[in-house]
């Protein structure tokens, strides 16, 4: 009986779910050029790498393409792209350090996860069957409750971007502007609110959770070296 062949590295490279992946960055970095010429094609772009993220999960799973790096690739370019967002809203309104704070708890809670997951031997980050908190397993468990909320903060985001006017603008004064001006408006801010209220008490869990298992996996292994001494 013949083997099958292994995959070659270049192969896995040129997954389709990974090639997406790589026009996503593109469509990023392109976004990212012309935001402070073009708001509106910026938010175009923005949303549709966001889309593809989605996207490139199904081809991955349709093909039988799913691999560690595209996974990686998949993470970083969503925490990258969010984290250049945040880091202009913090530009754009005060107080900044709002939105730098929001910066810091998404790519902190994702490292820690990640970082985690690697300890406990775990495929995926998105295996937290194990978990105690209701609201953690919700989010990872049930994917149309994980993309409202992702959307939502997404949308949020992108939202605010295009409200803005100018620099310096009161973060508080824009929204209130805003929904007193458009009922629909002030309808869409509240749900998208809620969904990004919930992203970030998972992002605070998360963290929270996954530096728990960090420490207590100093601490079997500070009691194992002990016996062993």
């Known amino acids: 009986m013949a083997k099958k ?10 997954y389709i779910p990974n090639i997406i992946g790589y026009i996503r960055i593109l469509m990023n970095c392109f976004a990212f050029y012309i935001c402070s010429s073009n708001k509106q094609l910026f938010s175009v772009l923005y949303f549709i790498s966001f889309v593809c993220d989605a996207l490139d999960g199904w081809f991955a799973r349709k093909f039988n393409q799913v691999s560690t790096f595209g996974a990686v690739l998949d993470m970083v370019t969503d925490r990258i792209s969010t984290a250049c967002l945040l880091v202009i809203l913090s530009q754009v309104y005060r107080p900044g350090l709002v939105f730098l704070s929001l910066l810091a708890l998404d790519i902190g809670s994702h490292w820690f996860q990640m970082y ?4 406990a031997g775990k495929a995926s980050h998105k295996d937290v069957k194990d978990s105690t908190n209701w609201l953690f397993k919700a989010y990872y468990g049930n994917r149309i409750f994980m993309c409202y909320c992702c959307v939502a903060c997404e949308l949020l985001y992108i939202t605010l971007f295009l409200l803005a006017k100018d620099h310096n603008e009161n973060l508080t004064e824009v929204v209130a502007e805003a929904s007193k001006q458009n009922s629909a408006l002030a309808v869409l801010l509240a749900l998208l609110l809620v969904g990004w209220a919930i992203k970030q008490a998972v992002n605070f ?6 530096a728990d298992l960090c420490v207590d ?3 079997n292994k500070k009691q194992k070296a002990e016996n062993f001494n």
């Not at 062949?5 to 040129?14: E, G, N, T, W």
């Not at 985690?116 to 300890?119: A, D, G, I, P, R």
């Open 205 to 210: 869990i998360q963290m929270k959770t996954a």
């Open 116 to 119: 985690s997951t690697f300890l």
């Open 5 to 14: 062949s292994r995959p070659r590295k270049l192969s896995v490279y040129l």
């Open 217 to 219: 996996y100093d601490i």
